[in-house]
Each structure stands twice: as structure tokens, then as C-alpha cells.
């Protein structure tokens, strides 16, 4: 394929996302926002596409599509609402977990109602005391005859309280050597009712309206054993192989909203008079447009080229991926703030979108890894050459 065009097949993705986001998404998604609504029935019909389970392997029932294909996916979804393409995104990262490391029983038991998305997944590795020091997490879990007993905390979980299936992240080993807190880490997947797992109060946020997060609590929570995801102790591996997906995921919904936005900025300064002439006749309203433009698309191509390398599994994905996220993200939210200014006092109200996207993309930059932690991920690998 050429770098810098995509596939007759990507294409005809994308086509079938934006279909999707333009019917079933972009009308509705205010008002998810403004109820505080989570749209399940809509996240479902995603999955009757193939959305739940997009880079799942066929032999699981997935459609095995590669990082490029996702981020179109999410990417065209963000452009009605982020907050929900996160989600799907989220769904996706666990779903491949459990196909990508789990042994045939857990898979057997788990992926066919989570392909179908008739089930849907949570990721479960902050706490509240380890959200960028993800190692140094607390929640344990102890082998007792054949189930794990599971005592402690998850902070942030998208999904907590309404979801079906918990992907979490657990100490079965010890911790007392520094230089391999990571090592002592297990996945374990919990399901919604299991006796000992509760969940905190809605958080009340920002952005992210139509997602529902809550704390992930942990009481003597009995686990059977078989819901294990792969050996003791790879866990951690796990958590980090899934997140370069995650990232490039996360950076898509950065792209959409952020097109969303532009795209309604270029409509409105057409439209709005002042001094007696469109907006965007004035000198100044073009250069915003276009600086606004090219950042998006740079962006973007950094994306993309970072899905590419994470299908590919080449050596340098994960500092592609740290970049590509760090930058689609920064940049997402500077096009939606710029996007904000040209719609003057109107931008800030909630009769039009803009501010909607303002709220939700700014937590891009700090979920899936602070971008404080990709320049870190960037500097370390640049430097171990």
C-alpha cells in the first residue's frame, strides 16, 4: 500500500463508520451529553458492524483488521462524539487482550458475547494512587485452592457499574523489589456480579459526559481461576502491549473531533457578517483556517503511520505510537480551542457543538498515558539507540 493513501477496502471502512456516526451518532450525541446519557443500545449497533471486536482474530469471531483500519474507525466516530468512540475504543483494547494472551477456556468463555459487543469490557489498571506509575498498583489478588481472592481499588474505569466484564490488573506476586514492581502483576477478567465487587459513585467530569467512570472496588472478591488471562505475572507486559493500540485509538478521536470542529468553523465564518462581510474574508479568519488545517493533517499522518507500524510490529512502534498520541492530542485540542475563538461569545454556548468537543478532548491528553509520559517513552527510546 502507499504510504500515504489508503486502500479501497480502508476507504470502504471508513465510508461505513462515517455512515454509522452520521445516523445513528452526531444528532444525538448533545443531548447524551447534556442527560449525562450512556448510550448502550448505539455502542451495541457498533458492534453489529464488527466494531467490538476490530483487530480480534477471525478464529475468535472477529473481523482482524489492523491499528489503521481501528483508527478510521474511531476517528469517524469521534466526529459525532468522542466520548463514545473512546469507549468503543476501550471495549476493543480489552476484547483483544483476552484473544491476543488468553488460553482457550477463557477465550471460549468471554469473546463470543464480547465480539458481539451483547457483552461489553472495561480495562481496569489505574488506582488512585498509580495513575502515570501504573506498576506500583496495589489491588492483590491471593490464590485460594481455585479462585483468587481480590482486595482493593480501580480509579477512572470507563464503564464501571454498567459494563459486563472487567479486564483488571492484579499483584499476585510480591512487590518488595523495587527494580521489578511489574513483575508480580496478573490479568484477571471479573465479572459484573461477582460477589465483592461493588462500584463507586458516577464521577461528575468535565468532558466525557456520554461515558459513565467510576471507581472499581474490590471486597473479597472471589475470581475463579480460569479467568485468568495467560500466566502469573505477565500482566503488566499485557497492560503495555494493549495500550500502543490504545494510544493510536485515542489520538483517532482526537482527529475526529477535532475535523468535526473545523469543519463546522469553516461553514460558520462563511455565514457570520461583520464590519459588512463574512468572517471568513478577513486575513485573519484564513490563517487560522489554514494553520488549523495543517496541524490536523500532520497529525494525522503521524497517526497513521504509527498504526502501520504497530500492525507491522515493527521495532519502533511503541515510540511512534507515544509520538503520534502526544501530538494528535495536543493538536486536537488546540484546533478545537482556535475553532471555539472563531465562533466568538456563540462558541461558548451550548447551542452549537464546539464547546462539547472543548470538554471532551482535553482529557486526550491525559488518559492512555499522560503526554508528559509519551515525551518520556520518546527521550528514553531516543536515547537508548
Same mark, same amino acid.
Request: net charge negative; glycine share 10%; proline share 3%.
Given at each position: 500500500?502507499?504510504?500515504?493513501?489508503?486502500?479501497?477496502?480502508?476507504?470502504?471502512?471508513?465510508?461505513?463508520?462515517?455512515?454509522?456516526?452520521?445516523?445513528?451518532?452526531?444528532?444525538?450525541?448533545?443531548?447524551? $451529553?447534556? /442527560?449525562?446519557?450512556?448510550?448502550?443500545?448505539?455502542? *451495541?449497533?457498533?458492534?453489529?458492524? @464488527? +466494531?467490538?471486536? &476490530? %483487530? !480480534?482474530?477471525?478464529?475468535?469471531?472477529?473481523?482482524?483488521?489492523?491499528?489503521?483500519?481501528?483508527?478510521?474507525?474511531?476517528?469517524?466516530?469521534?466526529?459525532?462524539?468522542?466520548?463514545?468512540?473512546?469507549?468503543?475504543?476501550?471495549?476493543?483494547?480489552?476484547?483483544?487482550?483476552?484473544?491476543?494472551?488468553?488460553?482457550?477456556?477463557?477465550?471460549?468463555?468471554?469473546?463470543?458475547?464480547?465480539?458481539?459487543?451483547?457483552?461489553?469490557?472495561?480495562?481496569?489498571?489505574?488506582?488512585?494512587?498509580?495513575?502515570?506509575?501504573?506498576?506500583?498498583?496495589?489491588?492483590?489478588?491471593?490464590? $485460594?485452592? /481455585?479462585?483468587?481472592?481480590?482486595?482493593?481499588?480501580? *480509579?477512572?474505569?470507563?464503564?464501571? @457499574? +454498567?459494563?459486563? &466484564? %472487567? !479486564?483488571?490488573?492484579?499483584?499476585?506476586?510480591?512487590?518488595?523489589?523495587?527494580?521489578?514492581?511489574?513483575?508480580?502483576?496478573?490479568?484477571?477478567?471479573?465479572?459484573?456480579?461477582?460477589?465483592?465487587?461493588?462500584?463507586?459513585?458516577?464521577?461528575?467530569?468535565?468532558?466525557?459526559?456520554?461515558?459513565?467512570?467510576?471507581?472499581?472496588?474490590?471486597?473479597?472478591?472471589?475470581?475463579?481461576?480460569?479467568?485468568?488471562?495467560?500466566?502469573?505475572?505477565?500482566?503488566?507486559?499485557?497492560?503495555?502491549?494493549?495500550?500502543?493500540?490504545?494510544?493510536?485509538?485515542?489520538?483517532?478521536?482526537?482527529?475526529?473531533?477535532?475535523?468535526?470542529?473545523?469543519?463546522?468553523?469553516?461553514?460558520?465564518?462563511?455565514?457570520?457578517?461583520?464590519?459588512?462581510?463574512?468572517?471568513?474574508?478577513?486575513?485573519?479568519?484564513?490563517?487560522?483556517?489554514?494553520?488549523?488545517?495543517?496541524?490536523?493533517?500532520?497529525?494525522?499522518?503521524?497517526?497513521?503511520?504509527?498504526?502501520?507500524?504497530?500492525?507491522?510490529?515493527?521495532?519502533?512502534?511503541?515510540?511512534?505510537?507515544?509520538?503520534?498520541?502526544?501530538?494528535?492530542?495536543?493538536?486536537?485540542?488546540?484546533?478545537?480551542?482556535?475553532?471555539?475563538?472563531?465562533?466568538?461569545?456563540?462558541?461558548?454556548?451550548?447551542?452549537?457543538?464546539?464547546?462539547?468537543?472543548?470538554?471532551?478532548?482535553?482529557?486526550?491528553?491525559?488518559?492512555?498515558?499522560?503526554?508528559?509520559?509519551?515525551?518520556?517513552?520518546?527521550?528514553?527510546?531516543?536515547?537508548?539507540?
Amino acid at each position: 500500500t502507499g504510504q500515504f493513501q489508503l486502500t479501497d477496502d480502508q476507504l470502504a471502512i471508513q465510508d461505513m463508520a462515517r455512515r454509522f456516526t452520521a445516523d445513528r451518532i452526531t444528532p444525538f450525541a448533545a443531548q447524551w $451529553d447534556e /442527560d449525562h446519557h450512556f448510550p448502550r443500545d448505539v455502542v *451495541q449497533a457498533a458492534g453489529e458492524l @464488527g +466494531f467490538g471486536a &476490530i %483487530y !480480534v482474530s477471525e478464529e475468535s469471531g472477529g473481523i482482524a483488521l489492523g491499528r489503521l483500519e481501528a483508527a478510521l474507525i474511531m476517528e469517524a466516530m469521534a466526529y459525532g462524539c468522542p466520548a463514545t468512540s473512546a469507549y468503543i475504543s476501550i471495549h476493543n483494547m480489552a476484547s483483544w487482550m483476552i484473544d491476543r494472551f488468553g488460553g482457550r477456556e477463557v477465550k471460549a468463555k468471554f469473546l463470543p458475547r464480547l465480539v458481539s459487543m451483547e457483552h461489553i469490557a472495561s480495562y481496569a489498571l489505574t488506582e488512585p494512587g498509580s495513575g502515570s506509575d501504573a506498576a506500583a498498583l496495589k489491588t492483590t489478588a491471593k490464590l $485460594d485452592g /481455585d479462585t483468587y481472592v481480590v482486595n482493593g481499588t480501580k *480509579q477512572f474505569i470507563s464503564g464501571s @457499574g +454498567f459494563n459486563d &466484564i %472487567y !479486564v483488571v490488573m492484579v499483584r499476585t506476586g510480591d512487590d518488595k523489589e523495587p527494580k521489578n514492581k511489574s513483575g508480580g502483576i496478573t490479568c484477571l477478567v471479573v465479572e459484573k456480579g461477582t460477589p465483592g465487587l461493588s462500584h463507586g459513585a458516577p464521577e461528575k467530569k468535565l468532558g466525557w459526559n456520554a461515558s459513565p467512570t467510576a471507581q472499581l472496588i474490590f471486597e473479597d472478591c472471589r475470581v475463579p481461576a480460569c479467568n485468568r488471562v495467560g500466566a502469573e505475572g505477565e500482566g503488566f507486559r499485557f497492560a503495555m502491549a494493549g495500550l500502543d493500540g490504545g494510544r493510536l485509538n485515542i489520538g483517532a478521536c482526537s482527529l475526529g473531533g477535532a475535523q468535526r470542529c473545523l469543519d463546522e468553523a469553516v461553514a460558520y465564518t462563511k455565514e457570520r457578517q461583520q464590519f459588512g462581510q463574512p468572517i471568513a474574508d478577513f486575513q485573519n479568519t484564513q490563517f487560522m483556517l489554514a494553520d488549523m488545517a495543517t496541524e490536523l493533517e500532520a497529525a494525522r499522518a503521524l497517526l497513521y503511520l504509527a498504526a502501520a507500524k504497530v500492525t507491522a510490529n515493527a521495532p519502533d512502534k511503541t515510540r511512534f505510537s507515544a509520538m503520534a498520541k502526544r501530538l494528535a492530542t495536543d493538536a486536537g485540542s488546540n484546533v478545537v480551542n482556535d475553532a471555539l475563538q472563531l465562533f466568538g461569545g456563540y462558541g461558548y454556548l451550548k447551542d452549537y457543538p464546539i464547546e462539547r468537543f472543548w470538554r471532551d478532548l482535553r482529557v486526550h491528553s491525559i488518559l492512555e498515558g499522560t503526554n508528559q509520559v509519551m515525551r518520556m517513552i520518546v527521550g528514553r527510546d531516543m536515547l537508548r539507540q
